[in-house]
C-alpha cells in the first residue's frame, strides 16, 4: 500500500524523472526516503547553484544611518557648547522692543528741524493809533 501510495504521489507532483528514479531506488532498498532530491542528474549531491545576494541598499553619501548617529553621539567625550554669560538688562530691552514698535527701528527717527520763529512786539491798541497819527 505505502508504494502505491508513493507512485500516485509522485504522479499527481511535478517530479522529474530522476527524482522519480533516486525515490524508488531507496524505496526498494529499504532506506529512509530523502528530504531533499537534486532535481537535476548529480553524483555530487545537491546543487551547485549559488544563490545571489542582493545589493546592498546604497545610501546617498550625505546620509548617516541613524545606528552610526548614535555611535557618534556616544563616542563623543567633548563638553557641550555654553555661551559665555552676558549681562541682560531687562529694563533696557523693553524700552528698545518699544521704540522698535513705536518707530519701527530700533533708533528713533531724527526730529525735522522747525525754522527758527522771529518774535515781533505785540503792539497795544495805543502804539497803533500812535503810529497812524505818525
Known sequence: ETADLLKTMMG???LTN???RVLKDT???GQALPTRVNPHHSKDGP???TKKKPKAVQRPSGLKSLHAI???IACDDTEP???APNKYNCEVEKERLT???RFGTDQPLPRPKLPP???KPRLDRFDEILAEID
Do not use: A, G, N
Open 12 to 14: 499527481e507532483s511535478k
Open 18 to 20: 530522476f527524482q522519480q
Open 27 to 29: 524505496m526498494t532498498d
Open 47 to 49: 546543487s551547485t547553484k
Open 70 to 72: 548614535e555611535l557618534e
Open 81 to 83: 557648547f555654553k555661551p
Open 99 to 101: 521704540k522698535i514698535l
Open 117 to 119: 520763529v522771529v518774535y
